[in-house]
């Protein structure tokens, strides 16, 4: 019953290391989904995949990669670290584009 | 493009009081409508939907109706508890899209 995984829960990194985000959900969903959460700005869209092998920028992409490695898999990159993405990251999925999603717990990220 | 709004917080009550989070929003078409609870240190839990005028969602007590003529869906719940305290997310998927999220709504229940 675990639903979407994400790794690592914490993590703190330096300005200008590089790092990989960890997703994964069971629910045979097609669609994945990364938001930043800051406060007084709410979700903020990253990147999502609409299906496996398609990706798309969201609100907020710069800075960051993203790969869909299988359906239920969806991996986001920080190449560069920076202080402005300081942030807490949800990664989560949906049967479609326009359903209801499914979060994961969270990772809370700072970069000093 | 497709945005939603939602009251400012903090919202702080009694418990036993009556619940009013406002949400309004803005998108071409006929969007899907949502909110989503999350309480501290937790992801995103959906708490109610609706997908089109009308419509009610309604869960643990809690209620919102999909007003298309006022572009809204407010919150509302008649008696919080203190077990309630969470920050709330209005949000909307229309045409194919991600869902898209208001800034939250704190609330903060006392006993």
């Known amino acids: 019953n675990a639903g979407v995984t994400q790794t690592p829960k914490f993590q703190v990194l330096k300005t200008g290391q590089s790092m990989t985000l960890q997703c994964a959900q069971d629910?045979?969903?097609?669609?994945m989904y990364w938001y930043r959460q800051d406060p007084g700005m709410g979700l903020r869209l990253i990147y999502y995949?609409?299906?496996?092998?398609?990706?798309d920028k969201g609100e907020v992409p710069n800075g960051y990669n993203v790969s869909r490695l299988n359906k239920r898999e969806f991996s986001l990159r920080l190449e560069s670290a920076a202080p402005s993405q300081t942030s807490v990251y949800f990664c989560?999925?949906?049967?479609?584009?326009?359903?209801?999603?499914?979060f994961g717990q969270g990772t809370r990220l700072t970069v000093v | 493009g497709d945005s939603v709004t939602q009251m400012e917080g903090p919202v702080t009550l009694s418990e036993e009081a009556f619940l009013t989070i406002n949400c309004t929003y803005t998108?071409?078409?006929?969007?899907?409508l949502f909110w989503y609870v999350q309480y501290p240190g937790e992801g995103l839990q959906l708490l109610l939907k609706a997908t089109k005028a009308d419509d009610k969602g309604s869960n643990k007590g809690f209620e919102a109706t999909y007003r298309k003529e006022t572009t809204s869906f407010h919150l509302e719940k008649g008696s919080v508890q203190v077990s309630d305290s969470a920050v709330y997310f209005c949000?909307?998927?229309?045409?194919?899209?991600?869902?898209?999220f208001g800034k939250g709504t704190t609330l903060s229940v006392s006993s």
């Open positions: 629910m045979n969903h097609n669609s």
């Open positions: 995949s609409a299906s496996e092998g398609t990706t």
């Open positions: 998108a071409t078409g006929y969007p899907s």
């Open positions: 949000a909307l998927s229309s045409g194919g899209t991600a869902l898209i």
């Open positions: 989560a999925s949906s049967e479609d584009r326009d359903t209801e999603a499914f």
